[in-house]
């Protein structure tokens, strides 16, 4: 059993939260208990992640996507007003790390991504450093490049552009960050990878010859949220349980 803040402190330090200009808040986002003996990690703090906490008798729900966006309206209602009370009924906190769990160069999104593929990262570059650049051990295809992918990951990816290119030097960035493909290419990758595709970057790849390849949001995102739950366990004298859902997007 450890306190919340002392949890909250060794996250916000590990994680330089103050360092980010996000679009979501950092840290604790829904209060609850004061002593925390189980976490359950998850990709979004979802109305399903919310029951498997209270499933678990968890007494904090830690997420990357939290329930608290700058993009969206700050009214409570609705889906948004159900997992909320599901929390708040059942004593759980909610805590939330977006860009500096992506970021991370250890616990972060990319680096973890980077692990489960035998990626090496050479130097991270972008805004807010948000983009890794490495190169791949052995040149591989794009089509040897979209198997490792799901086979590690789980999920077909969607791939575009680089025809019949050698791919050596790539770029990545988990998520949502299909909007940095142009700093890929700028940056001399032969293949960006990041989460999810938009109809753009279908264009950007099949005329600039560099590959696109959509390896999931979900499926790019649920390490760095482990490797931060596995980091509390061993720092903290507590239980982390990660739940995985079936999100194809
Ligand atoms: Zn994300």
Redesign the pocket.
Same mark, same amino acid.
């Given at each position: 059993m450890s306190a919340r803040q002392t949890i909250l402190d060794w996250c916000n330090q590990t994680l330089q939260t103050d360092l980010y200009k996000d679009y979501a808040p950092n840290g604790l986002q829904i209060e609850g208990r004061e002593e925390i003996r189980k976490i359950v990690t998850a990709?979004?703090a979802s109305r399903a992640a919310a029951a498997y906490a209270v499933e678990q008798g968890a007494d904090m729900l830690l997420v %990357? %996507?939290g329930l608290f966006w700058k993009s969206e309206p700050v009214t409570i209602t609705g889906w948004k007003k159900d997992r909320i009370a599901t929390l708040l009924a059942y004593g759980i906190n909610m805590a939330g790390y977006?860009l500096p769990l992506?970021a991370h160069p250890v616990l972060g999104?990319n680096a973890q991504l980077a692990a489960r593929m035998d990626w090496t990262t050479e130097y991270r570059f972008g805004e807010q450093n948000l983009l890794n650049a490495g190169r791949l051990k052995t040149p591989q295809t794009l089509a040897q490049l979209c198997a490792g992918l799901q086979n590690r990951l789980g999920r077909t990816p969607v791939a575009v552009g680089g025809e019949g290119r050698v791919i050596e030097r790539i770029v990545w960035c988990?998520?949502?960050?299909q909007g940095f493909f142009q700093t890929a290419i700028d940056e001399g990758a032969d293949a960006y990878i990041t989460?999810e595709i938009s109809e753009a970057q279908y264009h950007l790849a099949n005329e600039t010859g560099v590959a696109f390849i959509g390896a999931g949001? %979900?499926a790019?995102?649920r390490y760095g949220i482990q490797a931060l739950g596995t980091a509390l366990a061993q720092e903290f004298n507590i239980e982390t349980v990660f739940f995985d859902e079936q999100n194809p997007a």
């Open positions: 990709v979004t %990357h %996507h977006h992506d999104n988990t998520g949502g960050a989460g949001h %979900h790019t995102e």
